[in-house]
């Protein structure tokens, strides 16, 4: 199993500013995966982040507004850019299991409340 | 999209009850997966069923599929304090990500 670690766990932020969400896993995983959950919700998926390439976006999603890093095997960033109330939601990162499992493990989450 | 849905969307029950909850999608899948959430942390996998499976078991756990009616149902058999959480199916079908349904808040009271 992978154990995911988030950066920071919650933030609270003003409108028109941005964050950075950091996602650390203990062993290198060639995709992951950023996730929203808005307030009451189900999770949606934002993106899918390979190493070495552009992540692949969702619909409903752009890179202007979640631009996201992959600069290693174990490690992800996601921005939120230019927030507003509407970004309030949990984000979490998640990586494939062991090969043939064909489950998730999921990161913490981070809270994130923008005023 | 194959958009898991589930029903009831909260369920209150005593501690000792069991508890059902049910997941219909709409397209073809491969699997299909049970998640916990607590108190909006991390997601953590429960249970995965194939779609050449029709039940599995697990501690406590019961879970069902059913490919014809494109629904499968979650059973906590003597449920805990400890179970309430939020409860989220998702499907997966070949060569796609994931897609997680709406969620079931259960809450077990003491």
């Known amino acids: 199993s992978a154990v995911i670690s988030q950066k920071p766990s919650r933030d609270i932020c003003q409108r028109g500013t941005s964050l950075t969400i950091q996602c650390q896993v203990d062993s290198q995983v060639t995709m992951m995966f950023w996730y929203r959950q808005q307030p009451g919700q189900s999770l949606t998926l934002i993106a899918t982040?390979?190493?070495?390439?552009?992540?692949?976006?969702e619909s409903g999603f752009v890179i202007d507004k979640f631009p996201i890093s992959r600069p290693n095997l174990t490690f992800s960033t996601l921005t939120v850019s230019n927030m507003s109330p509407e970004d309030s939601s949990i984000y979490l990162c998640?990586?494939?299991?062991?090969?043939?499992?064909?489950?998730?493990?999921f990161g913490p989450g981070t809270r994130l409340t923008v005023l | 999209s194959q958009q898991g849905e589930e029903d009831p969307q909260a369920l209150s029950i005593q501690e000792g009850e069991n508890a059902t909850m049910n997941c219909s999608y709409k397209?073809?899948?491969?699997?299909l997966q049970w998640y916990r959430q607590n108190s909006g942390r991390g997601l953590v996998h429960l249970i995965l069923?194939?779609?050449?499976?029709r039940e599995k078991h697990s501690g406590r756990l019961r879970v069902t599929l059913d490919t014809s009616k494109k629904s499968s149902s979650l059973l906590i058999t003597a449920s805990r304090a400890a179970d309430t959480a939020s409860y989220f199916c998702?499907?997966?079908?070949?060569?796609?990500?994931?897609?997680f349904g709406p969620g079931t808040r259960l809450s077990v009271l003491p």
């Open positions: 998702a499907t997966r079908s070949y060569g796609q990500n994931f897609v």
């Open positions: 069923i194939r779609s050449n499976e």
């Open positions: 982040a390979n190493q070495g390439s552009e992540a692949t976006y």
């Open positions: 397209t073809s899948i491969n699997n």
């Open positions: 998640s990586v494939d299991g062991d090969r043939g499992t064909d489950t998730q493990y």
